[in-house]
T-cell receptor
Framework: TAGITQAPTSQILAAGRSMTLRCTQD?????MYWYRQDLGLGLRLIHY???????GKGEVPDGYSVSRANTDDFPLTLASAVPSQTSVYFC????????????FGQGTRLTVV | DQQVKQNSPSLSVQEGRISILNCDYT??????FLWYKKYPAEGPTFLIS?????DKNEDGRFTVFLNKSAKHLSLHIVPSQPGDSAVYFC???????????FGQGTTLQVKP
């Protein structure tokens, strides 16, 4: 079905290694977001992009980078993973920045060991 | 500092009864509030929202109430059904960032 696709679904990663979490949407939404979900902390914004070619930092950006080369793709990169980055990562999109409804992908469960 | 708080990690109710999930916020600049529902191994899905200029919004079995003076909102589900068992996230939009700020989530279990 249409919407947001994340890959991989899950991954075990050795500390110090790099990894890119992929996110693709086919709704032609301008705004895209990366959140991490941790028990007791809810969903916290890592990075966002209001439109292709622009990105911004969220609440917890350290250790992560993003790019937005086109409208559809918004990859999240961990340059050198640490165990505290073990989490479930959700990509989301909305029509415009500040648009009320955001649509989420199914998530990527990442374990850094 | 957590701007959106859900102080109850879990809630258990009997099928057919009312479920009330609560949420508090600290930033008076928020102008829109939303509730998301999340099943295991799935992403959150939008459930219902309310503008800060309203105090109630209803959609079928789901009603959201907003008390601006108390900086408090609640989600009422009546009657509750076993399929409502999920994690519910409160979220706020606006303030300084213009981005969705989420609470910690409340796990609802509806027992048959």
């Amino acid at each position: 079905t249409a919407g947001i696709t994340q890959a991989p679904t899950s991954q075990i990663l050795a500390a110090g290694r790099s990894m890119t979490l992929r996110c693709t949407q086919d709704m032609r939404h301008n705004a895209m977001y990366w959140y991490r979900q941790d028990l007791g902390l809810g969903l916290r914004l890592i990075h966002y992009s209001n439109t292709a070619g622009t990105t911004g930092k969220g609440e917890v950006p350290d250790g992560y980078s993003v790019s937005r080369a086109n409208t559809d793709d918004f990859p999240l990169t961990l340059a050198s993973a640490v165990p505290s980055q073990t989490s479930v990562y959700f990509c989301a999109s909305s029509e415009q920045e500040g648009n009320t409804e955001a649509f989420f992908g199914q998530g990527t469960r990442l374990t850094v060991v | 500092d957590q701007q959106v708080k859900q102080n109850s990690p879990s809630l258990s109710v009997q099928e057919g009864r009312i479920s009330i999930l609560n949420c508090d916020y600290t930033n008076s600049m928020f102008d829109y509030f939303l509730w998301y529902k999340k099943y295991p191994a799935e992403g959150p899905t939008f459930l219902i929202s309310i503008s800060s200029i309203k105090d109630k919004n209803e959609d079928g079995r789901f009603t959201v109430f907003l008390n601006k003076s108390a900086k408090h909102l609640s989600l009422h589900i009546v009657p509750s059904q076993p399929g409502d068992s999920a994690v519910y996230f409160c979220a706020a939009l606006g303030g300084n960032t213009g981005k969705l700020i989420f609470g910690q989530g409340t796990t609802l279990q509806v027992k048959p």
